[in-house]
């Protein structure tokens, strides 16, 4: 994968919506409680007049939904309170813990049932992600529907290779060599499918891709972008979307990084060095000043408006993009930091 960090940090989120989906679980359940307690309810008020019955009936359920709605509400809380709690067990975990000691995440990407899981919803992601991030490519190369239908199996293998191996990086028993194993697995499983996708597409279609697929990140993030802005006035239009995302993949290449995640190869299974603090820190004043350098030159696509919620939305990322970064440098840090 290009960029090792969303590669190492998906996972993470996937299990953080794990959560979520724990959360759910149990809000079913009051649900069937409920559901319960409405047949026992038919079951009495069919044994008083129906005029009384009904009203009383309607008193109660009202009571039960009230009381499902509050129920709801508190795991809303508990879930948000997990999450927080999560992350901060996350922040305080070393990657070269004994195994006793591992993060309750790192246990959790252990269990076959929980990898499962994750992997099931990293397909549910990326599916409507790859539709939309390539329908312009597909467009671009005159791709039929059946030809196209098979293109995006093919860039949802690419994108899930390695994600057993992913998710055994963050086992925080392994060592060094034992993560350089697992990044050379992941390596040629993308290599396999890079070549299945030259095959499919033939020479010069495959050129047009590598060269797409390039802006791709920053496709993603526009749309991020405009997804915010939502259906109002100051809403992207087409043409703007497309001057934004190929000027920030534009200034993003060109830009001289001193530390840059975007294009990392894992092979030598160093990530502490990978994910050091100064390194981390260092990426983030740089992040910093690419995005003011690359304001300015939005301004030049973007309305007085659109510039504004823009400055806004940068600053979003890069404090979620940090945080993800210093929890990957709080999982590989050695045990002696």
Do not use: H
Request: charged share 25%.
């Amino acid at each position: 994968m290009k960029n090792i960090a969303l590669i190492l940090l998906l996972a993470v989120s996937i299990a953080l919506g794990a959560l979520t989906f724990r959360q759910k679980n149990q809000l079913a359940e009051t649900n069937s409680q409920l559901a319960a307690v409405e047949t026992r309810l038919q079951a009495q008020t069919a044994m008083i007049e129906s005029a009384k019955a009904a009203a009383s009936r309607a008193k109660m359920l009202e009571a039960a939904l009230k009381e499902s709605a509050a129920a709801a509400g508190e795991q809303s809380k508990q879930q948000t309170n997990q999450v927080a709690q999560l992350q901060t067990k996350l922040a305080a975990a070393k990657t070269n813990a004994p195994a006793g000691g591992l993060s309750a995440l790192a246990t959790m990407f252990k269990d076959p049932k929980m990898k499962e899981m994750i992997k099931s919803q990293q397909k549910a992601v990326m599916g409507p992600m790859i539709e939309k991030q390539y329908a312009s490519l597909f467009r671009q190369l005159n791709l039929t529907p059946e030809e196209s239908a098979s293109m995006k199996d093919l860039l949802m293998k690419k994108t899930l290779a390695g994600a057993d191996s992913g998710m055994s990086l963050l086992d925080g028993s392994l060592d060094a060599s034992q993560r350089a194993e697992l990044s050379k697995k992941t390596k040629a499983e993308t290599d396999d499918c890079e070549a299945q996708i030259k095959e499919f597409l033939g020479a010069d279609n495959y050129s047009a891709f590598q060269s797409y697929e390039k802006t791709v990140p920053d496709r993603y993030s526009v749309t991020q972008f405009n997804d915010q802005l939502g259906s109002g006035p100051n809403q992207l239009s087409a043409d703007q979307q497309e001057q934004l995302a190929l000027a920030m993949s534009e200034a993003r290449t060109s830009y001289k990084w001193t530390t840059d995640y975007s294009n990392k190869k894992p092979t030598d299974g160093d990530y502490a060095a990978m994910f050091s603090e100064d390194k981390v820190n260092q990426y983030a004043q740089e992040k910093e000043k690419f995005d003011e350098q690359f304001l300015a030159k939005a301004q030049q696509i973007l309305t007085p408006d659109q510039i504004k919620t823009f400055a806004d939305f940068q600053k979003t990322q890069r404090d979620l993009q940090m945080m993800g970064m210093k929890m990957a440098a709080s999982m590989f840090a050695p045990k002696s930091q």
